[in-house]
């Protein structure tokens, strides 16, 4: 049963402009949220994180926006680079007996044009 | 802070050969430890975790198995593999304090089963 879902497999945004993806979960446990970025052949990298009672979290060109009610988060990128291609991941974690093991969405990828 | 290491990088072995993935951390004292794998086009599945020396437990059931002889040394092994068993193995661990829901990952092992 996928609790995290990344309903768009790719996307591509011109260098510059912002980039937006998206992530919605539906168990609503989950206290903590977060994006991982992914080259391929490397283990993801850690990117931000947003707590359950917060709706927003930035940090640099980064920001992700949490809506509870929705059960939907966003990852905001801006302004995309070229550098910023790779798969994103979205990961929801919820204390259970594994710690805080994270539940991740299929991933996104990104393509930012020059 | 922490660094993950993981070896062997890449590994091709037939069905029904042996397996042993390694993963050492250091920079952090008593982590959770975490597996994960990506088969191809899918998201990343948790498959074992462990809170402490010796204490694994099995998310998903499966022909692996994990051990953890060390504070910071976490194994995975399958005494015959299969086809599907094929995938892009991640080890991942949280630190303690600060964040401790945050996972960092290591490089990552690419085994092929042929």
């Known amino acids: 049963d996928q609790q995290v879902k990344q309903n768009s497999p790719s996307l591509s945004v011109q260098e510059g402009r912002i980039s937006i993806l998206n992530c919605d979960y539906t168990?609503?446990?989950?206290?903590?949220f977060l994006w991982y970025k992914k080259y391929p052949a490397e283990g993801p990298t850690f990117l931000i994180s947003?707590?359950?009672?917060?709706d927003k979290n930035e940090d640099g060109r980064f920001t992700v926006f949490l809506n509870k009610s929705a059960k939907h988060l966003s990852l905001h990128i801006v302004p995309s680079q070229p550098g910023d291609s790779a798969v994103y991941f979205c990961?929801?974690?919820?204390?259970?007996?594994?710690?805080?093991?994270?539940?991740f969405g299929k991933g996104t990828s990104l393509l930012v044009t020059p | 802070s922490q660094t993950i290491h993981q070896w062997p990088a890449t590994l091709v072995q037939p069905v029904g050969s042996p397996l042993s993935l390694e993963c050492t951390v250091e920079?952090?004292?008593?982590?959770?430890l975490y597996w994960y794998r990506q088969a191809a086009g899918r998201g990343l599945q948790l498959l074992f975790y462990?809170?402490?020396?010796?204490?694994i437990s099995s998310e998903v059931p499966q022909n692996l198995s994990a051990s953890r002889p060390q504070d910071r040394q976490f194994i995975l092994s399958s005494k015959k593999l299969l086809l599907s068993d094929s995938g892009f193995y991640l080890c991942?661990?949280?630190?303690?304090?600060?964040?401790?829901?945050?996972?960092?990952f290591g490089p990552g092992t690419r085994l092929t089963v042929t």
């Open positions: 990961a929801a974690s919820a204390y259970s007996n594994s710690g805080y093991a994270l539940n």
């Open positions: 168990n609503s446990m989950f206290d903590y």
């Open positions: 947003i707590s359950s009672i917060k």
């Open positions: 920079g952090t004292s008593n982590p959770n």
């Open positions: 462990s809170v402490g020396i010796g204490q």
């Open positions: 991942a661990c949280t630190t303690s304090g600060r964040r401790y829901y945050e996972q960092y």
